[in-house]
């Protein structure tokens, strides 16, 4: 079975930073990317990077979060500086597979902006 596992999150104050760590199980990943849903709100996408493309960012987050991946390209980064309290949510690690129909989610991991 793939597994995604997410490490990184905890509590922050504002404007400061924060990085994001994903490892997957798997090596043939087409995209990795995060989403992160606050309570009561739907998820959404915070950013987007396809093997060998250029990352894709939501507006909110554009200026201040970076996603990479390594060099193996079974592990997704995510950079986020300028941390605001609207950030706060659970984050979870995205994955697309080569040939799979199927995408992979990871079981999230806490992200708390706050003073």
């Known amino acids: 079975q793939v597994q995604l596992v997410e490490s990184g999150g905890?509590?922050?104050q504002p404007g400061g930073s924060l990085r994001l760590s994903c490892v997957a199980s798997v090596f043939n990943i087409y995209a990795m990317a995060w989403y992160r849903q606050a309570p009561g709100k739907q998820?959404?996408?915070v950013a987007r990077l396809i093997n060998?493309?250029?990352p894709n960012y939501a507006d909110?987050?554009?200026?201040?979060?970076t996603i990479s991946r390594d060099n193996a390209g079974?592990?997704?980064y995510l950079q986020m500086n300028n941390l605001k309290p609207e950030d706060t949510?659970?984050?979870y690690c995205n994955a697309d597979l080569y040939g799979?129909?199927?995408?992979?989610?990871?079981k999230?991991?806490?992200?708390t902006v706050s003073a």
């Open 10 to 12: 905890g509590l922050v």
């Open 108 to 111: 999230g991991t806490q992200v």
């Open 52 to 54: 060998l493309g250029t």
């Open 74 to 76: 079974n592990a997704v």
């Open 43 to 45: 998820r959404e996408l």
């Open 89 to 91: 949510a659970v984050y």
């Open 60 to 65: 909110s987050v554009k200026g201040r979060f």
């Open 100 to 106: 799979d129909v199927n995408e992979y989610w990871g």
